[in-house]
């Protein structure tokens, strides 16, 4: 079965995230700061709870969380520990809260940190605070459920060969409650799939098939043979990645997401999968509901994660 994703935001529904911004944090004192960002914490919990109600009422499986749900969390002036704010235990509650209604409801969540996650940087202060972010994700991660922390290879900075050296080196050194979660994405500028499946192969970690990306980036290799070789990565229901081109595949620039998906863009092979598939287009909501009735896949959606993280 297919279970669809939606990812982060909606167009639609008046469901709503909130962040806020270092300068406008830095006109508070430290004890206003805390309190209103701790207000921010709690909106987004509850906001979360309605995001995933919304998927329940309407047979959507996944949910992918923003990354910026506890806003400025490891930010290197405004940063806080989530004990640090008032009500934090009720901040905590709510989110766990979340966590047990996708165990009873079966709806998987993820992370897909923002792309300044680069583990693969030369720079030491640039991957420390990469980790310090993802570790704030796996925190979160615990609570609420989520199975996979996805990110990119990075960039490549002269030397692709050196830089996934040091992409190997840093997941090494990852604590396990976020290496366990870490999952590598393809992306449609620097790292084809075959260039990150012998990581993924050799430590352990799932490629998350972006079958977008790939087709902006090809690598020799066919739709159908990724998918098997990324299937093979997977000790838990594989997450797939898909969308359409706003300018369309053979424009200069195919890399832009649609607002809808284009039923052919999805690959005939995935069919008949267990498989999540997180739709990355600027409808939201509305998009991941016309895919599944443009594709009458798994009406009843109906499907399990197999993880020893839940």
């Known amino acids: 079965m297919i279970r669809f994703g939606l990812c982060c935001i909606f167009r639609q529904e008046p469901i709503k995230f909130r962040r806020t911004t270092a300068k406008y944090l830095q006109t508070f004192s430290r004890d206003q700061q805390r309190n209103y960002i701790a207000e921010i914490c709690r909106h987004n919990a509850q906001a979360l709870h309605e995001a995933l109600r919304y998927c ?11 990354s910026q749900i506890l806003p400025l969390k490891t930010h290197p002036e ?32 993820t992370f897909h940190p923002d792309q300044f996650i680069l583990l693969s940087s ?8 990469s ?5 704030y994700q796996a925190e979160v991660a615990q609570w609420v459920n989520v199975d996979v922390i996805n990110i990119h ?17 840093q997941i090494e050194l990852l604590p396990e409650a976020l290496r366990s979660r870490l999952t590598l994405e393809n992306d449609d500028r620097i790292y084809a799939p075959k260039d990150l499946l012998p990581i993924c192969r050799e430590m352990g970690i799932p490629l998350v098939y972006d079958v977008h990306h790939h087709r902006c980036l090809p690598d020799g290799s066919s739709i159908e043979a990724t998918t098997e070789l990324a299937l093979n990565t997977w000790n838990r229901e594989p997450l797939f990645h898909l ?11 195919p890399g832009n997401h649609h607002d809808y998906i284009d039923a052919a863009d999805f690959p005939p ?3 008949d999968l267990d498989i999540t598939v997180e739709v990355e287009a600027k409808a ?6 016309k895919l599944k009735q443009d594709l009458q896949l798994n009406p009843s959606g109906t499907g399990s994660i197999s993880s020893p993280l839940i």
Request: overall charge positive.
């Open 56 to 66: 329940r009422d309407h047979d959507i499986k996944d949910f992918r969380i923003n």
């Open 78 to 109: 405004l940063g806080y520990c989530i004990e640090d704010l008032p009500t934090h235990d009720r901040i905590i509650q709510t989110f766990e809260d979340c966590g047990r209604f996708c165990r009873k409801h079966d709806i998987r969540t």
């Open 122 to 129: 030369p720079s030491t202060d640039v991957v420390q605070r």
């Open 131 to 135: 980790i310090a972010d993802l570790i």
């Open 153 to 169: 290879g990075g960039g490549a900075y002269g030397d692709k060969a050196a830089s996934l050296r040091r992409l190997r080196m």
């Open 243 to 253: 969308s359409s081109s706003k300018n369309g595949w053979e424009s200069s620039n």
């Open 269 to 271: 092979c995935w069919r």
């Open 284 to 289: 939201k909501e509305l998009a991941v509901i």
